[in-house]
């Protein structure tokens, strides 16, 4: 793993680059500033130079699992409720 240090503002087009390179991977971002001791860590996962996650770990597969299942089932009630009340006010 390669690792490169940077300037806060340079992370920005850093992940730019990345994306309009297509690349598929992991980015482990540490930041640490000079008042704080300890570091702040992000991870970004990039699909053909798309975030496909980010946050501060990458969850174990059957713990991402249930997340999606989760947010899929929260969003197909959404949507379900809002078909019935648009069905419902066409009449």
Request: no cysteine; glycine share 4%.
């Given at each position: 793993?390669?690792?490169?240090?940077?300037?806060?503002?340079?992370?920005?087009?850093?992940?730019e680059k990345i994306?309009?390179?297509?690349?598929?991977?992991?980015?482990?971002?540490?930041?640490?500033?000079?008042?704080?001791?300890?570091?702040?860590?992000?991870i970004l996962v990039?699909?053909?130079?798309?975030?496909a996650y980010g946050?501060?770990?990458?969850?174990?597969?059957?713990?991402?699992?249930?997340?999606?299942?989760?947010?899929?089932?929260?969003?197909?009630?959404?949507?379900?409720?809002?078909?019935?009340?648009?069905?419902?006010?066409?009449?």
């Open positions: 793993m390669k690792k490169h240090h940077f300037q806060r503002q340079q992370i920005k087009s850093l992940v994306s309009s390179k297509q690349v598929t991977g992991t980015l482990i971002i540490r930041l640490q500033t000079k008042e704080e001791l300890n570091q702040k860590k992000y990039l699909n053909n130079g798309k975030i946050g501060s770990y990458i969850p174990k597969r059957n713990d991402f699992v249930k997340t999606l299942a989760h947010k899929v089932d929260g969003v197909t009630r959404m949507l379900l409720k809002n078909k019935l009340k648009f069905e419902n006010t066409s009449n």
